[in-house]
C-alpha cells in the first residue's frame, strides 16, 4: 500500500488530494499513467493497493479518521467527486488533460478564459506599517512598470498593528487610511490601476471583539486551553450563524469601494475540532460545505471579483 492523506481539516500545498499510478519506466513523454484528483478541500485518503493478483486497487474520498454522518429516513448524503484521467503518453498528457478539463469545465464566470492581472502587493514592503500615502507612492511607481493592480494586505482593518489581534471584527481602520476605503480605492484607480484587498476570514484573534461577544464561534474544546497558531483561532465554519455573519462583513467591504481582487488567506491548520452545534464527527466536513456555500455567495453577488486562494 502507498498513499497521501490530510487531517489539516484542509488539503494544502503540503498534502494535495492527488496520486498517479504509472508503468514503473513512465516519463512525461513516454508510458502509461493513471491519474486520480480528489475535488475537495477538506480532510482526504488517497491509497494505492496491489494483490497478489497483480492487481491494483486505488481508493481516494473523505478521510475516514474521525468522520461519520448521521443519515435519517430518506435522507442522502452527496459525497465529493474524484476526477481520473488516463495518458498513454506519459505525465505530460495527464498534466495537460486535467489542466484543460479544468479550466474548460470547472473555472467559470468571466475570469474563465482571462489572463490575471499583474499585482503588486504591499505587505513585505510595509507589513503592518502603512497608510494611504505609503500606498499610493508604491501604486505610483508600479504603474510605471506596467503593473496592473494594486492589492492591500493584513493591516487595514481596525486593533490590527501586529498578529495578535482583529481578526474576526472586519471594520475599516479610517485612521490609519486617512479616510475611507472607498477614498483610498479612486485615489489608487486614478493611478491607473485596480484595487485589490485581503481577507483572512476563517480566523479569529482572542483580542476581538468578536470573540468577546461569541466566543462560542471557534473551534474548540470546552474546559481546555484551545490550540493556537500564528496567534490565530478557527471559526466555526459549521454553524450557518457563523458563515452568515462572514457573508455580511465582506460582502459590505466589496460594496463600499470598486475592489476587483479578493487575496483569501488561510494561514493554519485546523485543531481543537469540536462544536457546541455540531456532530464531533460532522464537523470538518460541515466545515468544507460551510465555506464553500460563502464562497458561492460571495462570487455570486460579485462576479466582477477574482478570488484568489492563498496558503
Not at 452527496?78 to 479550466?103: C, N, Q, W
Not at 481577507?199 to 484573534?205: D, H, L, Q, T
Not at 473551534?219 to 490565530?232: E, V
Amino acid at each position: 500500500k502507498q498513499g497521501v492523506s490530510s487531517k489539516r481539516g484542509e488539503s494544502s500545498h503540503q498534502d494535495h488530494p492527488f496520486i498517479a499510478v504509472l508503468d514503473r519506466n513512465a516519463n512525461d513523454e513516454y508510458g502509461n499513467v493513471y491519474g486520480f484528483n480528489f475535488v475537495y478541500s477538506g480532510n482526504f485518503f488517497a491509497q494505492a493497493e496491489g494483490c497478489q493478483f497483480d492487481t491494483t486497487r486505488v481508493v481516494m474520498g473523505i478521510n475516514p479518521e474521525d468522520f461519520s454522518w448521521n443519515l435519517e429516513e430518506n435522507e442522502e448524503f452527496t459525497a465529493p467527486e474524484v476526477v481520473m484521467v488516463y495518458s498513454d503518453k506519459g505525465i505530460g498528457k495527464m498534466t495537460r488533460t486535467f489542466h484543460d478539463l479544468y479550466r474548460n469545465h470547472l473555472i467559470r464566470g468571466k475570469f474563465k478564459d482571462k489572463k490575471r492581472p499583474i499585482l503588486i502587493n504591499n505587505w513585505e514592503a510595509t507589513y503592518f506599517d502603512f497608510n494611504t500615502e505609503k500606498l499610493l507612492s508604491i501604486a505610483k511607481e508600479a504603474s510605471k512598470v506596467g503593473i496592473e493592480m494594486l492589492v492591500m494586505d493584513d493591516g487595514w482593518f481596525t486593533n490590527r498593528n501586529d498578529d495578535k489581534s482583529g481578526l474576526g471584527d472586519w471594520i475599516v481602520d479610517e485612521e490609519k487610511l486617512n479616510g475611507t476605503l472607498e477614498s483610498l480605492v479612486k485615489r489608487v484607480n486614478d493611478e491607473g490601476m485596480e484595487f485589490g484587498i485581503w481577507f483572512e476570514p476563517e480566523m479569529i484573534s482572542e483580542i476581538s471583539t468578536l470573540y468577546t461577544v461569541h466566543p462560542e464561534w471557534v473551534l474548540k474544546a470546552p474546559n481546555r486551553k484551545p490550540n493556537k497558531s500564528r496567534s490565530q483561532l478557527v471559526l466555526d465554519l459549521s454553524r450557518e450563524d457563523v458563515v452568515e455573519y462572514l457573508y455580511e462583513k465582506i460582502s459590505g467591504i466589496l460594496s463600499s469601494a470598486p475592489i476587483t481582487y479578493v487575496k483569501w488567506d488561510m494561514n493554519r491548520s485546523i485543531s481543537d475540532v469540536y462544536s457546541l452545534l455540531t456532530d464531533n464527527g460532522e464537523i470538518l466536513h460541515k466545515y468544507v460545505l460551510g465555506l464553500y456555500s460563502l464562497l458561492e455567495r460571495l462570487i455570486n453577488k460579485f462576479p466582477n471579483v477574482l478570488f484568489e486562494g492563498c496558503s
